[in-house]
């Protein structure tokens, strides 16, 4: 039960305020590779298989480091965690221009893979910790719809503009690490680590080393990381590989490939907010069924659409308003309600890290083989096995949405009078 005279409303405001905005930077950061690839592809030499590497090593670090980072949050706390991770990926961004090469590069994106996977679970943890229980979901969600504003939505149209006012695209990078270390500074000023509770969404500083196992007692767990591979391999592949395709095979212009790409943010920003809410309504399950289901359709129809830009921006903007959707519900409302008492940065971390291993990061890597050896417009249908995949493994699910569950058992009470 809330407790609204003993709670910091002032604190939470600021709090949940500069985690989104961290947040939405770890996306700005991660994703404004993508539509500057084709200029980068020009200067140094790159194919379509580097582009998919590129995003897949990041992927693969974030995941790994999301897994090994979540259980030190649980027992340290996120502040520190949260400021030197902000630091550290904020300046690796900038480094990106300064790359002469493809070995460079992916040096550069796997080591700021560590330091955004290990600022996720912390960010989430934190968000979690300095909410309001009966604002927890709402405050979830409007973090997560950060990254996709900022990252999906916003990072095209920044990044093909700043390409009109500066030299080149290394200088598009080297401008990046500003906002990031100005949010590390607000951080070390304004966080707290909060006391641990019993509650859930909060940490336990005394956790025995077999009680993280426990994580895989719940059924919903194993099926939300096996989603979040199926949603990730959709739009990540998606993410990474559309730029270049409106470029390559549509040839749009940098601008108008700027703005239909941006539906994949402002389509993210919509669903983080949009899905998690329908679930509390119609339930984590039925949600999750419908999201997946609709994303397949919508972009069987995009890979048919040619080069019409307001009707690729309608597609895109229903493509990932459910699959960007999907992955906010499935590590947001379906990871906190699944996660053991005190693991929940833990939980957090292994289900966003195992779906960035392998749906963010091997997934690219082979678009990227079949964009280089069978063309780009085949890397869709990857996407779409993924997506429709994903229809079937959420029937699994078991549904824990507080008021689905309620009507449940009302219903169990009745017909057993």
């Not at 005394?206 to 959709?234: D, E, T, Y």
């Not at 359709?297 to 080069?307: D, E, K, M, N, S």
Request: aromatic letters at 10%.
């Amino acid at each position: 039960m809330d407790t609204p005279g003993k709670h910091d409303s002032a604190y939470e405001f600021k709090t949940v305020l500069l985690l989104a905005v961290g947040f939405g930077l770890v996306g700005l950061d991660r994703w404004m590779v993508a539509p500057l690839f084709p200029y980068m592809m020009r200067d140094l030499g790159l194919n379509f298989q580097q582009l998919g590497n590129l995003i897949g090593v990041l992927a693969i670090a974030w995941g790994a480091w999301a897994i090994a980072s979540g259980p030190i949050s649980d027992r340290i706390g996120c502040k520190k965690i949260l400021v030197w991770t902000m630091i550290a990926f904020s300046l690796l961004s900038s480094f990106s221009g300064l790359a002469t090469g493809f070995a460079s590069l992916m040096l550069i994106r796997g080591i700021m893979g560590v330091a955004e996977g290990a600022f996720t679970p912390a960010s989430v943890a934190a968000t979690s910790e300095a909410s309001l229980a009966s604002r927890r979901g709402f405050n979830l969600g409007f973090q997560m719809s950060m990254f996709s504003l900022l990252g999906l939505g916003v990072a095209p149209i920044l990044a093909t503009q700043l390409l009109r006012i500066v030299p080149s695209w290394h200088w598009v990078f080297m401008v990046s690490a500003v906002p990031g270390l100005i949010v590390a500074a607000l951080y070390a000023r304004i966080l707290r680590d909060r006391p641990r509770t019993g509650t859930v969404g909060a940490s336990s500083l005394n956790h025995p080393k077999v009680q993280w196992r426990s994580i895989f007692a719940s059924r919903n767990v194993v099926v939300a990381i096996a989603a979040m591979l199926c949603a990730m391999s959709g739009i990540f592949v998606v993410g990474a590989m559309v730029p270049t395709y409106l470029v390559a095979v549509l040839h749009l212009n940098a601008q108008s490939m700027g703005f239909v790409a941006s539906a994949l943010g402002f389509g993210g920003f919509i669903g983080s907010f949009g899905l998690s809410g329908l679930s509390d309504y119609v339930g984590r399950k039925v949600a999750a069924i419908g999201a997946f289901a609709v994303a397949a359709v919508l972009l069987f129809v995009f890979a048919r659409t040619g080069a019409e830009p307001a009707k690729l921006f309608a597609l895109l903007f229903g493509i990932s308003m459910c699959s960007i959707g999907l992955l906010s519900l499935l590590s947001g409302p379906i990871a906190t309600e699944a996660a053991p008492t005190g693991l929940v940065a833990s939980t957090i971390g292994l289900i966003s890290g195992i779906g960035e291993i392998f749906g963010g990061g091997v997934a690219p890597a082979i678009a990227g083989y079949v964009a280089q050896n069978f063309g780009l417009p085949h890397v869709f249908y990857f996407a779409l096995g993924g997506l429709a995949l994903g229809v079937f493994v959420v029937l699994a699910l078991v549904e824990t949405a507080p008021r689905r569950r309620g009507r449940s058992r009302c219903r169990r009470k009745n017909l057993s009078k």
